[in-house]
Nanobody
Framework: QVQLVESGGGLVQPVGSLRLSCTAS????????MGWYRQAPGKERELVAG???????NYADSVKGRFTISRDNAKNTVFLQMNSLKAEDTAVYYC??????????????WGQGTQVTVSL
């Protein structure tokens, strides 16, 4: 079983910054996709940013130029640097990862979520 542990959420003022981290642990053989979704109250979960196979990255249009996703493959960790935060970025941010475990089977895991609140 693969577990994801997130950290770095909190309360920040508009135009401030936060950095989220997510580390995957377990019998991981490879991770081919990893990134972040978010869900605001009353809204559907949406992709924020993520790595796909081949090291490509995807960003939601609403965060392009403000958020940057990066990763440390050796530590199975992905980061989300969030700058110029806006009130509409307020949401629970969920880390996800898809890959294979050492037994050769695939996995899809989600973190427990971390709250990001942007407010005065």
């Amino acid at each position: 079983q693969v577990q994801l542990v997130e950290s770095g959420g909190g309360l920040v003022q508009p135009v401030g910054s936060l950095r989220l981290s997510c580390t995957a642990s377990g019998s991981i053989f490879s991770i081919y996709a990893m990134g972040w979704y978010r869900q605001a109250p009353g809204k559907e979960r949406e992709l924020v940013a993520g790595f796909t196979s081949g090291d490509s990255t995807n960003y939601a249009d609403s965060v392009k130029g403000r958020f940057t996703i990066s990763r440390d493959n050796a530590k199975n960790t992905v980061f989300l640097q969030m700058n110029s935060l806006k009130a509409e970025d307020t949401a629970v941010y969920y880390c996800y990862a898809h890959g294979t475990v050492r037994a050769g089977t695939s996995f899809s895991s989600w973190g427990q979520g971390t709250q990001v609140t942007v407010s005065l």
